[in-house]
């Protein structure tokens, strides 16, 4: 069982409302990623960090921020809500750079529906 | 551009029978290949990973090839069980990062049938 947790696992908010969607592991892993997920499609990378104050944006544009203080901590952030923010967000985790088969751990995910 | 295809979509199967998945890769450089089980609500679990020097590599009743020549992987289930029923997710991570980035399949709807 990975030790990685997110929550909420269930969200639902009006529109304009600020959310922080929390992401915790116990791996110690440096590298921590956050996903989208639409139903039936494929995951895809809004942001990523390298470690303790690093963060970057991913694949897909996301109007969400996060942060990275602490190595074990990676919440995302939502200023403002809107119904086009609502899907799946999985939070992973590996381990350091430089090896071939490092695993990455999901999340249980957090399921926002804006409304 | 890095890409990563799955067939069949879905794939509907009768208890106790066997099936197989496939998982086409344009990923380069290529560092390797992971199977993810994916319940539905749920995050993607793990199964098997294998580097480019792995042909083949078994999980209980899951045993995942890999042709890194062909950039084809396949993931064959034995003997299903309705617990199967799920998306099977094929990654592939590449090394010319130092991220190892993750490049996601759009996954294998299976479902098992009594």
């Known amino acids: 069982e990975a030790d990685i947790y997110q929550t909420p696992r269930y969200l639902v908010i009006g529109t304009g409302k600020k959310i922080t969607l929390e992401c915790s592991q116990t791996m110690g892993h440096d590298k921590m990623y956050w996903y989208q997920q639409d139903p039936g499609m494929e995951l895809h990378l809004i942001h990523y960090s390298y470690g303790v104050n690093s963060t970057e944006k991913g694949d897909l544009s996301s109007e969400s921020t996060v942060s990275r203080i602490r190595t074990e901590h990676f919440p995302l952030t939502l200023e403002s809500a809107r119904p086009s923010h609502t899907s799946q967000y999985l939070c992973a985790s590996s381990e350091s750079i430089g090896r071939l088969n490092t695993e990455a751990f999901f999340g249980q995910g957090t399921r926002l529906t804006v409304v | ?114």
């Open chain 2, 1 to 114: 551009k890095n890409q990563v295809e799955q067939s069949p979509q879905s794939l509907i199967i009768l208890e106790g029978k066997n099936c197989t998945l496939q998982c086409n890769y344009t990923v380069s450089p290529f560092s390797n290949l992971r199977w993810y089980k994916q319940d539905t609500g749920r995050g993607p679990v793990s199964l098997t990973i294998m580097t480019f020097s792995e042909n083949t590599k078994s999980n209980g009743r899951y045993t995942a090839t890999l042709d890194a020549d062909t950039k084809q992987s396949s993931l064959h289930i034995t003997a299903s069980q309705l617990s199967d029923s799920a998306s099977y997710i094929c990654v592939v991570s590449d090394r010319g990062s130092t991220l190892g980035r993750l490049y996601f399949g759009r996954g294998t709807q299976l479902t098992v049938w009594p």
